[in-house]
């Protein structure tokens, strides 16, 4: 057994001899004097303090030092030190949009488990499964948003130090088809965080639909020529793109509009000047943010919100950008082979904003494909060897230990004290008594 905070067991120490040292300073009354002039003496009782070669109320001692004693072992945390195995693995498990067939990256896992190994499966965030992971493997599938390799590792390190007290050394097993599109600036920094060699299984990568692929195309904006949007949209179609895409302004969904937007995977996004879009409401008081975020996209400047999606249009939607708080700007849904966005943010025509390249940007967003298609571009050889990196095993004492472990003990100790405490008053009440 070990105390992972044991400097409370030595504080309940000092103060339980401070209880028993008070237990032998005692009140008595002194010997009674006849004196010639007691009649100038107070009517009052007169005590005097002294020392006692024996403690007095001694059960009351014993229940008060046994009530700090019993708080501060459960405040010091006892925990049994487990049997160390030599080695542990940390699996990183890619459910993005990138895995081909989830089967093959739980087959990939299973071989390789053992009890008391740990999982975690990333795609735009990542988790960490239960005691039962290789049975809840069974029940996942890819999701369709992209993969983030900064998360997995991110999260990789925190499973890692859950499991420095049970192994003398941990293996980091990455499951993934390791593509470009997954890697960004923060991930090989990451991946530093984790001392050691990893083992890297590589899986199919999945590849676009048929049915979703698109031509290079153009975006067209419906307004008029006093519109500032008018002016990011002409900047941003110089640049070659991927699809069709059209701009409303006016927030009004015509039948051939709609007939249109499901046709060839074609992007209709309703970005009303002044209107409603569409699937939100209006936000009561409006208020402002300070900036919209999304995947690639960072922009900074004030903005005035009016409108706001509630829980229940999120349904079967995608949000492709949000605001600086979380909530979300930009949300998709696809309608037949096409995709129809809707924007909630507003665009002035004061200052330089529509002509900034991160506005030009979030125009290259909204006016995407639905869904981000999937670009199986392999990560370059200089990544995959960062991520698999050199060396031995991680070590367990290259991880930060774990301020959270559960006491088992901790709950006992504090009943006893409880109980202690009752008895306590129990005793006191019948001394005055």
């Known amino acids: 057994m070990t105390l992972l905070a044991p400097g409370f067991l030595w504080a309940s120490l000092v103060l339980a001899a401070g209880i028993v040292a008070l237990h032998f300073i005692v009140r008595r009354q002194p010997p009674a004097t006849v004196l010639p002039t007691a009649r100038f003496v107070p009517d009052s009782p007169a ?34 030190e487990q049997k160390r195995q030599a080695t542990g693995r940390v699996f990183v ?83 993934s088809p390791l593509l470009a599109e997954e890697r960004d600036a ?39 020529q006093t519109d500032p949007l008018a002016i990011t949209v002409s900047m941003a179609a110089k640049r070659p793109f991927q699809g069709n895409a059209r701009i409303l302004r006016s927030g009004k969904l015509t039948a051939a509009d ?29 208020d402002q943010s300070g900036g919209i975020v999304g995947r690639d996209l960072r922009l900074v400047s004030t903005f005035d919100r009016r409108w706001k999606y509630p829980p229940d249009s999120l ?45 030009q940007r979030l125009v290259e967003v909204v006016t995407a494909p639905c869904g981000d298609l999937v670009a199986a571009t392999p990560l370059a050889a200089s990544g995959v060897a960062s991520l698999g990196g050199a060396g031995r095993l991680a070590p367990r004492d290259a991880f930060i230990p774990r301020d959270n472990i559960p006491s088992p003990l901790a709950p006992w100790l504090f009943g006893l004290a409880l109980i202690a405490a009752l008895a306590e008053l129990v005793v006191r009440s019948r001394s005055a008594g």
């Open 47 to 80: 005590t005097v303090i002294v020392r006692d070669a024996r403690p007095v109320d001694l059960l009351l001692m014993l229940l008060r030092v046994l009530i700090v004693l019993a708080v501060g072992s459960a405040l010091a945390k006892p925990v049994f």
């Open 258 to 286: 709609s007939a249109w937007m499901g046709t060839d995977n074609h992007v209709l996004a309703l970005w009303p000047t002044s209107g409603r879009p569409p699937f939100a409401e209006e936000r009561g008081p409006a």
């Open 93 to 175: 498990v890619d459910a993005s949009r990138a895995t081909s067939n989830f089967r093959e990256a739980a087959d990939s896992v299973r071989p390789l488990f053992r009890e008391g190994d740990a999982i975690v499966l990333f795609d735009s965030a990542a988790r960490a499964l239960g005691p039962a992971a290789p049975e809840s493997l069974s029940t996942v599938h890819a999701s369709t948003t992209s993969g983030n390799l900064s998360a997995g590792l991110t999260a990789a390190v925190r499973a890692g130090s859950a499991l420095r007290d049970r192994v003398d050394s941990v293996e980091l097993v990455l499951v």
């Open 315 to 359: 349904r079967d939607a995608r949000v492709i950008a949000r605001w600086a708080d979380g909530e979300p700007a930009v949300i998709e849904k696809r309608v037949g082979n096409g995709c129809l966005k809707s924007v909630g943010i507003p665009v002035t025509d004061v200052g330089d904003l529509v002509i900034r390249p991160e506005f």
């Open 186 to 224: 923060a991930t090989d920094s990451i991946r530093k965080l984790w001392p050691g060699r990893a083992r890297l299984i590589r899986i199919r990568p999945a590849t676009s639909d048929s049915s979703l692929s698109v031509a290079k195309g153009d975006i067209a904006i419906d307004t008029d």
